[in-house]
């Protein structure tokens, strides 16, 4: 947990930036990474204690890829820019995920079917156009 309301009163080695720097993205809780996105805080609350409530405030991580701008405005600290920020990221995310790779997939019925138990195994999310390549 953060203490202090101030980043700068939070130790160096606990702040967002220099823990993805030392130990990388992957590393960093939700709150941390969105506290990157976010940049600052106000006055009265820092950025990681703004990015949690937020996240708490839309239901965690998963929810977040459908939040909207008004959803987002109504925080205390996030205005016109970061909402449009934080959205255009998301967008960015989720066309990084669904571009059509179809044309530069060549590989085995073997290696479609791991895939495909991979993708049942674990639950992931796979873009409409792309389930006709794969074997459930």
């Known amino acids: 947990m953060v203490v202090g309301r101030n980043i700068r009163s939070i130790k160096?080695?606990?702040r967002p930036r220099e823990k993805l720097r030392k130990y990388g993205a992957g590393n960093l809780s939700n709150k941390e990474l969105l506290?990157?996105?976010l940049?600052?805080?106000?006055?009265?609350?820092?950025v990681i204690e703004l990015a949690d409530n937020i996240l708490e405030d839309i239901g965690g991580i998963n929810n977040?890829?459908?939040?909207?701008?008004n959803e987002?405005?109504?925080?205390?600290?996030?205005?016109?820019?970061?909402?449009?920020?934080?959205l255009a990221s998301i967008e960015f995310v989720r066309r990084v995920f669904t571009e059509d790779i179809t044309d530069s997939i060549t590989c085995?019925?073997?290696i479609m079917i791991d895939i495909s138990n991979l993708i049942v195994i674990f639950k992931i999310k796979v873009p409409k156009k792309c389930l006709d390549f794969l074997v459930f």
């Open 12 to 14: 160096n080695e606990d």
């Open 64 to 69: 977040l890829k459908n939040v909207t701008y």
């Open 72 to 86: 987002l405005v109504k925080h205390k600290g996030i205005g016109q820019v970061k909402a449009i920020d934080i």
């Open 39 to 46: 940049r600052t805080g106000t006055k009265n609350i820092n």
């Open 35 to 37: 506290a990157i996105m």
């Open 108 to 110: 085995n019925n073997s």
